[in-house]
Structure formats: C-alpha cells, structure tokens
C-alpha cells in the first residue's frame, strides 16, 4: 500500500531541495529520517518534515508499521515564482525570482494493495 504525504509552496528553490530528495530515495523511511537530522541544511529540514508526515499517515489513516516503510518516490516539484525588483546600479531596477517548491513523499510498505 502507498502512503503519501505533500508539502506545497514551500519558500525555497526546488534545484537545492532535490539533491536531498535524492539521497532519501529507495531507504527505509526511518534511515532516512536519521539519515535527514544530520545534513545541515533548510531543505533537509523542510524533506523532513514531510517525511514525518509521511509516516504519521501511513500509522494513524492505514494502520501500517513505520518500521516497514520504504520511500519509493521523494519528487520536488516546482512551484510558483514570485518576482521581485531590487535596487540595482544608477537608479535601475534588478529582476529577483523567488521561488518555490511543492515536495511530494510516497511511501510503501512493499505490498501492492
């Protein structure tokens, strides 16, 4: 059975969130959530998060062991952009770009139900 879990708008860029999301894939859910309190990092954090809600829906709405859990699919995916202007050069006006990311958990406990 498939468990998921989905974190929208989050305030970061989705190119420095999917190195993480990288990492944490194909673990066991609990490894990862280990493996994600030592990397010190605001993505880290954020995946996190996510993964612990993750779980928390796998054990309270399917009665599912976390202990059996494995991520099968950490996907950043982008967000809106909200665009800004800074004060540049001789009065002009610089381009900023914020972006945002949706982050997206599934996990599995390996049975196909």
């Excluded at 999301?21 to 993505?43: F, M, V």
């Excluded at 796998?58 to 996907?75: C, F, G, P």
């Excluded at 967000?79 to 996990?107: D, E, N, T, Y």
């Amino acid at each position: 059975m498939e468990v998921q879990a989905l974190t929208r708008y989050a305030r970061m860029s989705p190119k420095k969130m999917r190195d993480i999301s990288r990492i944490i894939q194909g673990r066991k859910a609990a490894e990862a959530a280990d493996y994600l309190a030592l990397i010190p990092r605001k993505s880290a954090r954020l995946i996190a998060k996510t993964l612990r809600s993750a779980i928390a829906n796998a054990e309270n709405n399917n009665n599912l062991s976390a202990d059996a859990l494995t991520v099968k699919l950490a996907l950043i995916e982008n967000g809106p952009v909200l665009k800004r202007f800074k004060a540049g050069a001789r009065g002009s006006a610089m381009p900023r770009r914020k972006k945002m990311a949706h982050i997206r958990i599934v996990l599995t406990d390996g049975n196909s139900n």
